[in-house]
């Protein structure tokens, strides 16, 4: 059994997403092992998204995560975080797959409404950034 860490975006929240994509991950039979909504601190942002802090839409992408409320979830299954990824779809709404949730929901890049980690090494420092031992099993 995988663990991956889930976020519905600020954007998400702030348009009633929350709902939308709960349900969709219920649909795929990935387990909600822990849940909460968060309202991060720009250092928090920052800390999480540390991996792309050289990149020039860091500033915008930081701003963003720290603007509102976000859902943080840990879902556990088979394959969870290739399954998550999937079911989000690309980075960018445009090159997302039909029924995806950046390509139903998502208005551009940076306001794409979810995110999903990427490998086994990002799930872990991920998961345990939000959520304490206590609250994951
Ligand atoms: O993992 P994922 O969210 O699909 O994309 P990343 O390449 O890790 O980038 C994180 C986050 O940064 C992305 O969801 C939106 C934003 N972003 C952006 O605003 N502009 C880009 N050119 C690339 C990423
Ligand atoms: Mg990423």
């Known amino acids: 059994m995988q663990q991956t860490l889930a976020i519905v975006k600020p954007d998400g ?6 709902g939308e994509v709960v349900a969709r991950i219920e649909r795929n039979q990935l387990a ?13 942002a920052e800390g999480f998204y540390a991996v792309h802090k050289e990149r020039p839409f860091f500033k915008d992408l930081t701003d963003f995560m720290c603007s509102g409320p976000a859902v943080v979830m840990i879902l ?3 394959n969870a975080i290739a ?6 779809g690309a980075t960018n709404p ?6 995806t949730i950046r390509r139903d929901f998502a208005t551009d890049i940076e306001k794409n409404v979810v995110h999903g980690s990427d490998a086994p090494e990002t799930a872990a ?3 345990g ?4 031992g206590l609250e994951r099993n």
């Open 13 to 18: 929240v702030a348009r009633n997403l929350i």
């Open 32 to 44: 909600i092992k822990a849940m909460k909504m968060i309202h991060m601190s720009r250092a928090q």
């Open 76 to 78: 556990q299954g088979e």
């Open 83 to 88: 399954r998550w990824r999937e079911m989000m």
């Open 94 to 99: 445009a090159d997302a797959a039909d029924g």
């Open 125 to 127: 420092f991920e998961t």
């Open 129 to 132: 950034y939000f959520f304490s």
